[in-house]
């Protein structure tokens, strides 16, 4: 196993749409270990590919309180959603800022495991709301992209003045 490199904001490739995975073979094997890997390493609850710049429909999940239930979907669909939720979020691609988010409370999510068998569930609480977050990064949209503008131009303002100090010393 590798700890991958995570990609962080401004980087263009968390903007991509990652593709459906069509072959389930040793290379997606290695794959998701190496996420499981790089997420629990960077104390992580979800991971999605293309954060360790791998354009394809890939998440890594652990909400558990002992990081004891490691979770890889494939592929993921939510088919039903229901409820609002707001919690506070934060993302290891968008380090050093976190935020309110409004998420739906209750999904049912249809994927595939690493073999490609087919498979559903519901999920809600923090599950849903990881879910939901990682299946955003790949159609390139970030939590950042769900706060109000005001923030959001706050966020950008803060950054660029941030990269701006770090460049010139
Ligand atoms: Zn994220």
């Keep these: ?35 499981l890997e790089t997420m629990y390493h960077e104390d992580g609850i979800g991971l999605a590919a293309p954060q360790v710049a791998v354009l394809q429909r890939v998440i890594v999940m652990d909400v558990s309180h002992d990081r004891s239930k490691p979770m890889a979907l494939i592929n993921p669909v939510i088919v039903e959603q229901e ?27 249809q ?31 970030l939590f950042i992209d769900r706060i109000s503008r005001l923030k959001r131009d706050m966020f950008k303002r803060r950054h660029k003045k941030r990269s701006r100090v770090g460049k010139d010393v």
Excluded at 83 to 103: A, H, I, M, N, Q
């Design 83 to 109: 409820g609002e939720v707001v919690s506070e979020e934060g993302c290891l691609s968008v380090p050093e800022y976190r935020d309110k988010v409004t998420r739906s409370d209750f999904i049912q999510v």
């Design 111 to 141: 994927a595939c495991d690493r073999t490609g068998k087919k498979f559903e569930f519901e999920a809600d609480d923090l599950l849903a709301i990881c879910i939901q977050h990682e299946m955003d990064h790949l159609d390139g949209t």
């Design 1 to 35: 196993m590798a700890l991958l490199e995570i990609r962080t904001y401004p980087d263009p490739i968390l903007r991509e749409v990652s593709v459906e995975v069509m072959q389930f073979d040793q290379a997606l094997a290695a794959l998701l270990d190496n996420m």
